[in-house]
């Protein structure tokens, strides 16, 4: 493990908790393959929630060109690649390119995890096609996604937002099994959380890591799955046919 994986995994639990959920339902479902397993991450830019997953990370986005990929964040740019491959242990591959056109072959991973992509993707019925078609038999697709029953999409990049029963249908035309539950409480303690760290705000930093710790606990109790309203994610199970 590099230095900036063992600092990640020693923040954990400081850090918004909708990542430590995914990182760890992704090493639950790794560690279940006979074999060191195949991870593709679609839209993953640095992909932190794939950090000590136990096997080879393949990180597939948009090389970030556009304005609005500027002003929010979005795909990776190019000369950033390197630096991504550096810091981490387990990434194989890094590919600029479209999941609504994968260019794998059938077949090729054990899991594929997309961490809230799928709402800026006008063809989203491609993108799922594409990620069941990559799947192994008995592979796993796990992603997320804002909660349509609650949050407003006021995104500027948001092609929309999911109810749990649009998505699980979405899912379900390409998947044999499939669950969607809601995820992270919202309140006081989810905005503190989503505050940037920086070693010029101490303070404002504090803050956050408290923030994202108390939201973790808020959100940890298995009641919050089927609830609505107040929580501000779905994440989507989606199991390929052995």
């Known amino acids: 493990m590099k230095p900036f994986e063992f600092a990640y995994v020693c923040l954990e ?17 790794s560690r279940a393959r006979a074999h060191k397993a195949e991870i593709l991450d679609a839209g993953g ?16 986005d948009l090389p970030r060109e556009s304005e609005i990929q500027h002003q929010l964040n979005l795909g990776i740019p190019a000369d950033r690649k390197n630096e991504i491959q550096r810091r981490r242990s387990n990434i194989r591959e890094i590919v600029l390119g479209d999941m609504t ?38 592979g796993v697709f796990l992603m997320t996604t804002p909660n349509g029953d609650y949050c407003r999409n006021t995104n500027p990049d948001h092609k929309r937002h999911y109810t749990r029963e649009q998505l699980r249908r979405l899912l379900a035309r ?16 989810h905005g503190l959380g989503l505050k940037s760290w920086s ?44």
């Open 199 to 242: 070693l010029r705000k101490p303070r404002q930093t504090l803050l956050s890591m408290a923030g994202n710790l108390i939201n973790s606990i808020q959100s940890a109790p298995a009641a919050v799955k089927d609830q609505a309203v107040g929580t501000y994610h779905l994440i989507g199970v989606a199991r390929k046919r052995s």
């Open 45 to 60: 830019r640095k992909s932190h929630y794939t950090i000590a997953a136990p096997g080879n990370v393949t990180i597939i």
């Open 101 to 138: 056109r994968a260019p794998f072959p059938d077949a090729s991973f054990d899991v594929v995890v997309s961490v809230e992509v799928l709402e800026h993707v006008e063809e989203d019925d491609r993108f799922v096609y594409h990620a069941h078609r990559v799947l192994k038999p008995g």
């Open 13 to 29: 639990p400081f850090l918004p908790p909708l990542y430590g959920k995914v990182r760890r339902s992704l090493i639950e479902f």
């Open 174 to 189: 390409h998947f044999d099994s499939v669950e969607v539950d809601y995820a992270i409480r919202g309140g006081k303690f």
